[in-house]
């Protein structure tokens, strides 16, 4: 943003981290903070107040979440930049804030300089994310892709095959209920490995539960 201040509403309820946070965002020049609020209840009054370059803010308050925060932000001004400061890194709280319209996400063991350093990049295209982060992410997408892989790759019939010797029952009682050739099932369940890339029937029934391809419940 060439020319403007970049403005900045921050929102972090420790009184220490907040202060570093203004320190460090207002030793630069264009940064200028709008707001420096302490609860979930003042971030919300000041989003729907007016609109700011970019929302810094941590997901766990003491009257509320970040995550609504995000996504009131991202419905009232849709162009925002929210940047997400927080020491909650697990699966549900990475995913769950970039679904609801963080554009960065970093882990409170970083720097207050490496943070605001991490703010310019946001107003200028990039998507700063904390190493560890970025490769939960990339673990949490290849898992899916794999699994939809998986699932694509193995036919009804194969699924169906799958669920019998799961359930225990032998080649014969499988052809039997699903009104096939006896002889077709071995080759069947060939294919199965392959793609699956297990070596027998406990390592295909493993795979296929992790999976979520059958469900023997």
Known sequence: ??????????????????????????????????????????????????????????LKLPDGHGFDLIRLARKQHPDMEIMVISVLGDEQSVVTAIASGASGFLLKDSRPLDIVHSVRQLVSGSSPISTSVARFIIQVVQKSQHESNAEELLTEREMDIL???????????????????GNTVPTHIKNIYRKLEVNSRGEAVFEAIQRGLINIS
Not at 5 to 15: A, G, H, S, T
Not at 163 to 178: C, F, N, P, R, S
């Open 1 to 58: 943003m060439p020319g403007n201040n970049v403005k900045i509403i921050l929102v972090e309820d420790d009184p220490a981290m907040r202060q570093s946070l203004i320190d460090a965002i207002t030793s630069e020049s264009d940064f200028e903070i709008v707001a420096a609020c302490s609860s979930f209840a003042e971030g919300e009054r000041t989003i729907r107040a007016g609109a700011a370059d970019v929302l810094v803010t941590d």
């Open 163 to 181: 669920w019998g010797i799961a359930k225990g029952y032998t080649y014969k009682d499988v052809a039997e209920k699903l009104g096939i050739s």
